[in-house]
């Protein structure tokens, strides 16, 4: 099994920037692709970004250039750097980890940005 554990969410004003973490336990040898989704309210969970083992990433078009997705993997740890905020970042921020194995994914409990002047 593995456990995720987010922090580093908050209260920000638009332009303003913030950095989430995810600590991972437990089977982290099994841990492939992580990634970031947020749930805006009365919205459907959607992909932020995406990276690999080898540190390949992927973004969602609406935060091209302003958050930046990377992984420590001495320290069994994602990061989501996130610049230049607009109010419509605005969500309950999810981690995820793939696994080669049932039950393929592990989500974290979710941190609140909010971005808000």
């Known amino acids: 099994q593995v456990q995720l554990v987010e922090s580093g969410g908050g209260l920000v004003q638009p332009g303003g920037s913030l950095r989430l973490s995810c600590q991972a336990s437990?089977?982290?040898?099994?841990?492939?692709?992580m990634g970031w989704y947020r749930q805006a309210s009365e919205a459907e969970r959607v992909l932020v970004a995406l990276?690999?083992?080898?540190?390949?990433?992927d973004y969602a078009d609406s935060v091209v250039g302003r958050f930046t997705i990377s992984r420590d993997n001495a320290k069994n740890t994602l990061y989501l750097q996130m610049n230049n905020l607009k109010p419509e970042d605005t969500a309950v921020y999810y981690c995820?980890?793939?696994?080669?194995?049932?039950?393929?994914?592990?989500w974290g409990q979710g941190t609140q940005v909010t971005v808000s002047s």
């Open positions: 990276i690999n083992t080898d540190g390949l990433t």
């Open positions: 437990g089977s982290i040898f099994s841990i492939k692709d």
């Open positions: 995820n980890a793939e696994v080669g194995e049932f039950p393929y994914d592990y």
